[in-house]
């Protein structure tokens, strides 16, 4: 059953990073935060995949991938093929990665958002024609900034509410 074996946790962690994800900022702050947007959503995924691999898989990375193109507007597919990118290297090196401190964590999480902000940057460029930039760097950074309490907070709510 759903309720029994957590992923209600997993299912309410997801809804919750899709909901923060798709708001926008108030019209009163300035228009360059909009670049410093973290990826909650990759975050999320990246966390429920090292810490319970059996309950995220390749399909519903795909799906919670295309909820998101159609949410945000962007090609379909694009966050799809990413965040199936982000499972399966997860699912690779999710031991090694478990093992790891949360700096060090951090720092793969890094890794991984840059190199999916070269796909999402480069994909959107060659098909709407828009300018290709680095201001995925801002996203990345902040997003590895927000990994630690984020991931925390997840953790602590896993052993209290699931017991694992």
Known sequence: MILEDGRWLVFLSFL??????????PN??????VYLD???MIMVLFYWVIQAPERVGLIVA???????DVMLGDPIGLNGACFVGVTFFGWTLYERIRMFSSMQQGAVLFGLLFVVGL??????????????????????????LLWFPVSRILQILTTRYVGE
Request: proline share 4%; hydrophobic share 65%.
């Open 119 to 144: 796909v999402k940057a480069t994909v959107v460029h060659l098909i709407q024609g828009l300018e290709w930039s680095l201001i995925f760097l801002g996203t990345a950074t902040i997003t590895v």
């Open 38 to 40: 973290p990826d909650w």
């Open 62 to 68: 795909w799906l919670i991938g295309f909820l998101m």
């Open 28 to 33: 009163f702050l300035p228009d360059w935060l």
């Open 16 to 25: 919750l990073a899709m909901i923060i994800s798709v708001m926008r900022l």
